[in-house]
């Protein structure tokens, strides 16, 4: 059965996310939610657990200081809405604890409970595939980032390379499958990682095909 207690959390993503372009739109939080969904359905969790990892999946930006600068302000907000919400003093903790974990992931180094990893994989999995790819050249375009460089960096997994959407690949995109860590995570992650390879030899061979001097 559905948690009442997710309209309220649904209702804010839609208030602070509804109007944002940067790849991380009302759309990106859906999806994190509906990828979180289908991780839980193979992962053995009480219902609280559950409960508490779906709001997590809704608030998953909440504490990011890239949309919330001010941090202390951001914490005291999420934990209003979740009081306002319905939650107990204890899930509400540990919903933050995992939203904290979310946003600051790639800064800090050290083991993440499961709670925490599904979470973590939903949102991994939005930075791959067609998704993925479509984020990374909307990023890039936003960013005024070139398509790729002419020609082509001989080794694209060194990362002093120019800074390119074909190299974010390399850089990023291509690195995610081994940082999945629960069953349907790294099973969904092995396929769209396949899919963007191909996307990525193909892009390839038209970007040669293009790459002539033509004062040459
Ligand atoms: P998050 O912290 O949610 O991963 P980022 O801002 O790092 O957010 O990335 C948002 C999206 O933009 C992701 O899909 C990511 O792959 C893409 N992205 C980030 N940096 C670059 C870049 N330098 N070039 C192309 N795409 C990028």
């Known amino acids: 059965m559905k948690d009442p207690r997710l309209d309220n959390l649904a209702r804010w993503a839609q208030e602070n996310f509804g109007q944002e372009h940067t790849g991380h739109d009302l759309g990106h939080i859906r999806r994190v939610v509906s990828n979180t969904e289908k991780i839980l359905r193979k992962e053995t969790l009480t219902e609280a657990q559950e409960q508490i990892v779906l709001a997590a999946a809704w608030l998953h930006e909440a504490l990011d200081d890239k ?14 809405l979740l009081k306002a919400s319905g939650y107990s003093a204890d899930k509400q903790e ?5 939203v904290q974990d979310v946003s600051f992931h790639k800064r800090q180094k050290k083991a993440y409970p499961l ?27 936003a960013h005024h980032e070139p398509l790729a460089s002419t020609p082509l960096p ?11 959407v074909y190299q974010h690949f390399f850089d990023k995109l291509f690195r995610i499958e081994e940082l999945l860590s629960t069953a349907v995570g790294r099973e969904i992650g092995e396929k769209r990682t396949r899919f963007m390879k191909e996307f990525l030899t ?9 790459s002539f001097d033509p004062l040459g």
Request: proline letters at 5%; zero cysteines; glycine letters at 10%.
């Open 67 to 80: 949309f919330f600068p001010d941090t202390a302000a951001a914490r005291a907000s999420l934990t209003e």
């Open 94 to 98: 540990a919903i933050e604890a995992i």
């Open 115 to 141: 709670l925490t990893r599904i979470v973590q994989d939903a949102d991994l999995l939005e930075a791959i595939g067609a998704i993925g790819i479509g984020r990374a050249f909307y990023f890039g375009g």
């Open 154 to 164: 001989q080794d694209p997994w060194r990362s002093q390379n120019p800074k390119t």
């Open 202 to 210: 193909e892009f390839k061979k038209e970007w040669e095909d293009g």
